[in-house]
């Protein structure tokens, strides 16, 4: 049984290729496009799924869609008509994308399906899950658990913006739900654009951000713009915000509440920004904290799964771990839009077509280490290197590794592209640039001179998964960095911070490694493990063997606004164009200094925004 999951036209376009309940592939159609988020059909990443699975278009069961659009536009509706006459200037420039080819998904989605060769009528074929179901269902279904709480939370799929399932063999039963307009996602959105980011892109900025300041403005939200109840259900107030009917978030009560208008992105962060950051990540830690803990009570079910938008909120994502109502946790890797389309194939597979799921064993999930994307052959690399007219060394498998681990114990920045590209939005070591946490001058380094972005953002770090208890106050896997704990005690360093305030607060060392040291001691980890990624698993350990440190800093392969690299050209385009020293790729080994000059980009300029 072959199912291909599709979501499309909102943000962050995917395809998904399962057989028989097992994950074939999955990519994100920016990865191709280079357009990053990109909401259009997603048919790169189809045909690469298709590829993968030595498939056509006609070899397929079913296709299915992650949401159900007459629903999606029946809320749409209602919601205008509820506060009519307000709203009129969205309600007129949305209604026309939706009359015109929203609201008609199943033909379009035929059509786009044909273009690309399929022969075989597709309106049979074709099914609709719903959004939170297949949120749900990518979390459950790929976890190592038999029975687990299933707790969704984004902005909104068509009503739902928060939902409860209880997950037990292939059963998946949804038990509670929150309804538009209220929504934890929308709230964090709103301070997200309050502060000056793009919603939908930049809620990771305030998570970073929020250890700088102080949650001096929580109090303020809880008892203006949202009532949050003892089991963590809430309404918001929705006097303050904009977005039901309005082409903004928030309004001008909302800025009188605060003092001021919105951020423009181009405006200096202020201490007030960062402690707008901490407090609305205080509230939504507050939120998730007391659902979890009324869940676990009431039902008594030991694991939770997590999906959604809200769940790659790794901070709140630790706290609940840390709290204890759960025996464990597993979030989504790709818990935002693009996981959808895994979930929305996983439930046909599972609900629709009501097929038994595997008895789980161990700690082990279904994901692969969510390294699903493309793998590029050594003989395909280095024929698109010589293409490239780049300059390389071949080597073998223990000589890259020891060459690239000199280079990180030397403090150089390495690209690594290495073995199929992984699904979600984060670099786990297949699309990794890396480089030495001991290092001081790292953190800002890679943000400035690599990245191109603001000096505030954290570096992970890719620990052994044999270690990581060693240098961190974590217990559990952390395999898709979904997970923020401290650095132990013994590892920290006295941080005198003599008065430092914002940014500033980085230039003071705080642990043995301060590369992935946040200013609260706070660090987004990643576990590393010989059976999903032995290559990265054995670059770590000669990076340790030389230095005693099992860790190394990781940040995706891309600058600021780009998607993460996918081709082996996306690659050496990124590293001409910015600081990196050697480039690993393959067996392919690159310096810098020996490439073509003709070769170097003005990267810096090259993306928009994010």
Known sequence: ?????????????????????????????????????????????????????????????????????????????????????????????????????????????????????????????????????????????????????????????????????????????????????????????????????????GEYKVMGLAPYGEPKYKSLILKHLIDVKADGSYRLNLEYFDYCTGLTMTNRRFDKLFGAPPRLPDQPLTQKHMDLAASIQAVTEEVVLRMTRSLAKEYKVPNLCLAGGVALNCVANGKILKAGHFKAIWAQPAAGDAGGALGAALAVHYQHLSRERPVAKGAKDQMQGSYLGPRFEQQDIENRLRHLGAKFQVCTDAELIQQTADQLADSKVVGWFQGRMEFGPRALGGRSILGD???????????????????????????????????????????YMLLVANVCEEKRLSADDTGAIGVEKLKVPRSQVPAVTHVDFSARIQTVHADTNPRYHQLIEAFRDKTGCPMLVNTSFNVRGEPIVCTPEDAYRCFMGTDMDTLSIGNCFLEKALQPREKRLDYKNAFALD
Request: aromatic share 14%.
């Open 437 to 479: 946490p001991r290092s001081p001058a790292m953190q800002s380094q890679l943000n400035l001179k690599i990245k191109y972005r603001e000096s505030f953002r954290p570096f992970a770090p890719s620990v052994l998964a044999e270690s990581v208890a060693e240098w961190f106050e974590l217990y559990s896997a952390s395999p």
């Open 1 to 201: 049984m072959k199912i291909l999951g599709l979501s499309a036209f909102y943000h962050d376009s995917a395809a998904t290729l399962i057989e028989d309940g097992n994950i074939i592939a999955a990519a994100q159609q920016e990865r191709f496009s280079r357009r990053k988020h990109d909401p259009g059909f997603p048919a790169d990443a189809i045909q690469y799924c298709l590829n993968a699975g030595k498939i056509k278009l006609d070899d397929l069961n079913h296709i299915v869609f992650y949401d159900k659009p007459f629903l999606k536009f029946e809320r749409l509706l209602e919601t205008y008509l509820s506060f009519a006459p307000r709203g009129f200037r969205s309600f007129a420039k949305s209604m026309p994308v939706w009359l015109k080819e929203k609201l008609f998904q199943r033909k379009l989605l035929g059509d786009a399906l044909a273009e690309m060769g399929g022969t075989k009528s597709w309106q049979e074929k074709l099914l609709f899950a719903e959004h939170h179901q297949s949120h749900a269902a990518s979390a459950y279904y790929p976890s190592p658990f038999n029975d687990a709480i299933v707790l969704t939370m984004d902005g909104v799929g068509e009503w739902a913006t928060t939902s409860v399932a209880i997950g037990n063999g292939s059963k998946l039963d949804f038990i509670k739900e929150i309804h538009f307009p209220h929504s934890l996602g929308l709230l964090y959105s709103a301070f997200t654009y309050y502060t000056g980011f793009k919603v939908n892109s």
